[in-house]
């Protein structure tokens, strides 16, 4: 709990997450509540059971293909403002995946954002992180170590690119392992589709549907279940989520080249543990000099760190002079997020 | 050293042999060999020592990270190689030298050493500003002493082969024992010329795989020599030009840590090699190998220590003979031809490791159970017609260990790996009850599958009681069972108690941890193993 000396703050960290008390709503709860409002849709932030949630409007059709077209959720449109209890809620985009949001919340003139999820780098399947002004800021950490420096990111496509080329030529497959939701889609757009064909496993390829359906350029795809032969995907990349990784799935790929897209892919023994040929470091989340950057722009006096390495920012914030303190999480935290 | 960092991304950013041994290939035709003979060395092992102590270098890269040093130490326990930490945290380096490998190993890596501490560190920083990332892992891999490429010794051999027309036996002999990376080994090595043998030189070891399929898939028991296997330092005896050798399995020269095998092994005619264990004996029994370890690490010999803890060289191949290569000749003739020398000379310090007989293989099976009461891990097979081969071979050599003795014991304190591991909790200390309490009685780092180590991980990250530095303490929850070869007793020990060889047998995941064994059943495996003294 945070030991701020603030009379009645409009977040308090609970067992289920981030409440504001005053309008009873949760941020990303990690338990069945009433009222949720959600930053994105991936698995541990937009859970099943709440009563209803509230979301931008893509992030609400990603919700719905999750949870199922009759989960009760309010969309609202990024910059809109909506008056709750002398709180103006508003959602801002956070560039992590399409329709992640952060979160304003004004009273009298006190601003709280809650960034989500967020990266800085350019990504042509969202909306780009939005700096907001704010008196405290709850900021994610899942990257907050100075080891996490990201390439650009349009090297590290003509990197893709260049591994998918050289295995085609040689007649192999590209199998390369990324999160269903969001970094499949980031890396679709940003390969080089003319160099082969491209096949989906099934979970990857609703997500595709539903950014086309959200108005998303992506290449032409083909889910894997499609191909007939398996000489088919020779020369062929297959985006596959990292669950798919050892599974008899996988077996159809005669020969494949392995890869992971991926934050953790910055340390090699994350990438040799898992008998890697490739590791691509692709993030959908901030590296350390993107975290600090956004702090210091955001001008907050307090500084609440979720999960990722919140122990360490904190330290490294408090030698700067600033006030921060670390909040406990039940996100997925230091370990290998999926969604990294 | 461009060359050869992109050499070192090649080998490092694919999983396959075949790829690899191109990879090298390539690298090795287009090198100077001036430069050729540094890679050889490093990729078959022979890394340079540690140049410059790790506390120095860690302060130096946070200083030129411009970050303070309690974050350097968080980052390196995530990253889990200082070299690498180092590398990601640097910032970017010029990247633009053009020198060779010899140049960056002979003018700047070697010299290091001996330099003082801030002409060190001008050099490294300044090594560190003028590579670019690649080239700085593989130069911080060497400065730290911890160069590794995920290549095998087979992998390069096999390349130097192709390259050169030659057998992969000759390479793999040539880069035996002593050489100097100078241009002329080069020569040397890929030389068609055969009888060009060095005299210190050791042939490469025949190295045995433990026994997997069913005895019965051996064939008749007859056709199999049965031996104890010893647990000592696996070494090569050579006797050659009025001079004797000692190399161990690493490659090691330690003739000077055995003078009691020397003085023996002076006393064999000219022109032979022996092959087989050095163990600590004494009064016709090996001692505990841990007498023999501390034997080992001692810089100097007192007579106290040679009395104490005198050896013997436990033989059991003979590769040469009146200075011919006899390896190609059946087991049983070499076999003969030991047994014959050594009988010969009469030498307590040079024995011949005595043979188990057997009338059939379940005979056998019941000797081996009682393995531990004679100081020796277990059996080994040996074809009687076979070859004495290079290398891990399948077929013709088996180790057969006896069956670990096992207690079940609880997780309870955890720490981040290294290399393939680094990041995750892998390193584990494992307790026992005594009393009430738990008390640490065996680290173990093996034995879980990938999944159960993420699934372990998750665990003790979610269950962490008390963080001691990098060491975390667990909730007590998770039992394993714990698998180890010998046990003794030690005063080092905060359970009084010592286990050789710990890894995990299983996941006990039908156990509680009430139902952990206690201190008196491992106290109980302790006396039951003592054989006769």
């Given at each position: 709990m945070p030991a701020f000396n603030t009379t009645d703050p409009m977040l308090e960290n609970t067992d289920a997450g981030l409440y504001c008390r005053i309008c009873n709503f949760y941020i990303d709860p990690w338990r069945p509540v009433e009222r949720a409002v959600i930053t994105h849709a991936h698995a541990d932030h937009a859970r099943a059971g709440c009563g209803s949630y509230l979301a931008a409007p893509e992030c609400a059709r990603l919700i719905k293909a999750r949870l199922g077209p009759d989960v009760n959720v309010q969309e609202l449109s990024y910059g809109v403002s909506l008056a709750l209890h002398g709180i103006r809620l508003s959602l801002h985009p956070a560039g992590h995946i399409l329709g992640s949001a952060q979160v304003r919340l004004e009273r009298n003139g006190d601003v709280w954002v809650v960034t989500g999820d967020f990266k800085r780098d350019p990504d042509p399947t969202c909306a780009p992180f939005e700096l907001l002004r704010c008196h405290t800021l709850v900021t994610e950490s899942t990257f907050g170590l100075p080891v996490f420096r990201w390439p650009e990111p349009e090297t590290v496509m003509a990197d893709i690119t260049a591994w998918w080329r050289k295995n085609a030529a040689e007649g192999n497959p590209s199998l390369l392992f990324a999160y269903s939701m969001g970094k499949a889609q980031r890396i679709l757009a940003g390969v080089d589709p003319t160099t082969g064909p491209i096949f989906t496993h099934g979970a990857v390829e609703s997500i595709v549907q539903a950014y086309r359906d959200a108005g998303i350029r992506l290449p032409p795809t083909r889910a894997v279940a499609e191909a007939r032969m398996k000489g088919e995907f020779s020369g062929a990349l297959v985006v596959a989520p990292p669950?798919?990784?050892?599974?008899?799935?996988?077996?159809?790929?005669?020969?494949a080249s392995r890869a992971f897209a991926s934050g953790w892919m910055q340390i090699r023994g994350n990438r040799r543990r898992r008998s890697l040929d490739r590791g691509f470091v692709l993030s959908d989340h901030a590296d350390w000099k993107g975290l600090l950057d956004t702090i210091e722009a955001s001008g907050a006096e307090r500084i609440w760190v979720t999960h990722g390495y919140a122990a360490e920012v904190v330290q490294f914030l408090k030698e700067k002079g600033l006030a921060a303190v670390a909040a406990r999480t039940a996100f997925s935290g230091e370990t290998e997020a999926p969604d990294a | 050293m461009k060359r050869f960092a992109q050499l070192y991304t090649e080998l490092d950013q694919t999983t396959r042999t075949t790829t690899k041994v191109q990879a090298l290939i390539a690298y090795f035709r287009a090198a100077a060999p001036q430069d050729a003979v540094w890679a050889v060395g490093f990729l078959m092992g022979r890394k340079p020592r540690r140049s410059v102590p790790s506390p120095r270098l860690r302060r130096w890269a946070a200083e030129e990270a411009g970050i303070p040093g309690w974050l350097f130490e968080a980052c390196y326990e995530v990253v889990g190689d200082l070299a690498e930490t180092i590398t990601l945290l640097l910032p970017p380096g010029s990247g633009d030298d053009h020198r060779p490998l010899k140049v960056w190993v002979e003018q700047r890596l070697l010299p290091l050493r001996e330099l003082p501490e801030d002409k060190q560190r001008e050099n490294v920083i300044a090594a560190w500003r003028e590579l670019d990332p690649t080239q700085r892992l593989v130069w911080n891999k060497l400065v730290t002493g911890g160069f590794r490429v995920g290549v095998s010794q087979k992998l390069v051999i096999r390349a130097l082969a192709r390259i050169g027309g030659i057998d992969e036996a000759v390479i793999a002999h040539r880069l035996m024992g002593n050489w100097d990376p100078v241009p002329a080994f080069w020569d040397r090595l890929l030389s068609l010329q055969t009888d060009d043998a060095d005299f210190s030189r050791p042939y490469p070891f025949f190295l045995a795989y433990p026994l997997g399929a069913g005895l019965e898939e051996l064939g008749a028991t007859a056709e199999w020599q049965a031996e104890w296997k010893w647990d000592g330092i696996r070494a090569q005896v050579i006797r050659r030009r009025d001079q004797v050798f000692i190399w161990s399995r690493g490659e090691e020269l330690v003739t000077g840590k055995f003078p009691e095998i020397r003085a023996a092994a002076r006393n064999l005619p000219d022109g032979s090699v022996l092959d087989g264990e050095i163990l600590a004996w004494k009064e016709d029994r090996p001692l505990d190998f841990t007498a023999l370890q501390r034997r080992i690490v001692r810089k100097h010999l007192t007579p106290g220590v040679l009395k104490s803890v005198p050896v013997a060289l436990m033989a059991y191949d003979l590769l040469e003979l009146d200075g011919a290569d006899v390896r190609g000749r059946e087991l049983a003739w070499r076999t003969a031809a030991l047994e014959d020398l050594l009988c010969r000379l009469g030498d307590p310090r040079l024995l011949t490791s005595p043979k188990v007989s057997a009338a059939s293989w379940s005979e056998l099976a019941r000797i081996r159970d009682d393995a531990r009461r004679h100081g020796v891990e277990g059996l080994m097979l040996k074809r009687r017609c076979s070859p004495y081969r290079v290398g891990r071979r399948r077929g013709d050599w088996w180790k057969w260990k006896v069956d670990p003795l096992s207690v079940d014991a609880v997780l309870t304190y955890a720490q981040r790996g290294h290399g393939k591991r680094s990041g995750l909790y892998t390193d584990y200390t494992f307790s026992v009850w005594d009393g009430d309490r738990l008390v640490p009685f065996a680290k173990a780092y093996s034995g879980l599958t990938d999944l159960e180590i993420r699934e372990v991980d998750r665990f003790i990250r979610r269950n962490t009681v008390e963080r001691f530095g990098p060491v975390h303490s667990v909730k007590p929850e998770l039992v394993f069972e714990i698998a180890f070869e010998t046990i003794r007793r030690s005063p080092r020990h905060r359970s009084g108690i010592a286990v050789r060889f710990p890894r995990i047998a299983r996941w006990r995941t039908d156990k509680t941890v009430s139902e952990a064994d206690r201190i008196e059943t491992i106290t109980a495996l302790l006396n039951a193993s003592q054989g006769p003294r």
């Open positions: 669950s798919a990784e050892g599974a008899a799935w996988m077996r159809r790929f005669v020969n | -």
